[in-house]
């Protein structure tokens, strides 16, 4: 089985190319390696540098037998695409049609997007499910429902993952989003800025789940949209007790902005994995934590036996 995974250097392509590549699959990943953590790659996985933008850069990229590919390249930062909305249009919208077409082009049998639910479905006090009508709040949201539609209407049996907020140990030296943000202001002994009031929800997920998630789909989820998520609405403000309570001390914090962007509640249904796939999340937020930190910071050696 060859796989291609664009993105497959990032955050959670890595972490897929990786588990893909144990699992025996041949893997491919297509990366411009603009965000991207090339060492987080096993080598094994064979590299190739393009953009998704460029038509004619990702069709030299594709290889020539692939069994399914798995569209993880994304601009993701959502500040980047308010700030940059054409270049961000021509990575989130023409680049997943560039790769429909590659897709198609290279035999492909399936695809797989990475969506994100919490910035489709907008703020929500009842858990979105996979029917909910999508009201994305900005660019980023509504670049990825364009490129779901894209997907649900391409010549090649799809499946959309509507991921919640993924985290897990590699994002914390180089991603975005509060948990690395968290650990970056214990490390550096600052305050952590709690945007809004904290009381704002996220639903967040370990990447190994996520990514157990993403293979199930991608094994038997074609023509469906899936949400993959815990299905816990945490608050940034849990989300520091839950930190405090695995680092055991207090964490100093102050009060920032919100972000126009941002969403107040955000509250995802993992049900339909759960009833049809036969997936759940395994990992707890704070085990999940705990790992977060041991990987950010490592232990000290141990000590060294004095000479007799
Ligand atoms: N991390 C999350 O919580 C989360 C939540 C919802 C959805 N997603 C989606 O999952 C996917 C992976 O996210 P991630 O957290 O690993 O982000 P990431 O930023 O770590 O990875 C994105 C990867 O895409 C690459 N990339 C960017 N522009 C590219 C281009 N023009 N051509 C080729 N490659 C390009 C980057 O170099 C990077 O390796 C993205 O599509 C993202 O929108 C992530």
Redesign the pocket.
């Known amino acids: 089985m060859h796989v291609v995974v664009?993105?497959g250097?990032?955050?959670?392509?890595a972490a897929l190319t990786n588990e893909l590549t144990a699992r025996g699959a041949k893997t491919t990943v297509?990366?411009?390696?603009?965000?991207?953590c090339v060492d987080l790659v096993d080598p094994a996985a064979t590299v190739r540098t393009?953009?998704?933008?460029s038509r004619r850069a990702v069709e030299a990229a594709f290889p020539a037998h692939v069994d399914c590919v798995i569209h993880?390249?994304?601009?993701?930062s959502v500040a980047a695409c308010e700030r940059l909305p054409d270049e961000s249009s021509a990575?989130n919208v023409l680049?997943a049609r560039n790769v429909i077409e590659a897709s198609v082009a290279s035999g492909c049998r399936r695809l797989v997007f990475?969506?994100?639910?919490?910035?489709i479905y907008g703020d929500r006090v009842t858990q979105a499910t996979e029917a909910s009508t999508p009201r994305p709040l900005g660019l980023y949201g509504k670049q990825?429902l364009k490129s779901e539609r894209a997907m649900l209407n391409a010549d090649l049996p799809c499946a959309i993952v509507r991921?919640?907020?993924?985290?897990g140990p590699p994002?914390v030296h180089y991603?975005q989003?509060v948990v690395p943000a968290l650990i970056a202001a214990t490390n550096a002994r600052a305050p952590f800025t709690v945007n809004g009031t904290g009381r704002q929800t996220r639903d967040f997920v370990y990447v190994d789940d996520a990514v157990a998630a993403i293979l199930d789909v991608m094994d038997r989820g074609a023509g469906h949209v899936w949400n993959v998520c815990s299905g816990a609405s945490t608050s940034v403000l849990d989300l520091l007790r839950t930190f405090e309570a695995v680092v055991d001390r207090p964490v100093p914090f102050t009060f920032g902005a919100l972000h126009r962007w941002d969403v107040d509640f955000s509250k995802m249904s993992n049900a339909k994995a759960k009833n049809i796939l036969g997936w759940h999340p395994n990992i707890s937020l704070s085990t999940g934590l705990k790992r977060c930190i041991e990987y950010a910071v490592p232990p000290p050696p141990p000590p060294q036996k004095k000479r007799p």
């Open positions: 664009t993105g250097a990032g955050f959670i392509g297509i990366d411009d390696l603009s965000h991207a393009a953009s998704v933008a993880a390249a994304a601009m993701t990575v680049g990475l969506s994100s639910g919490g910035a990825k991921l919640s907020n993924v985290y994002q991603g989003g």
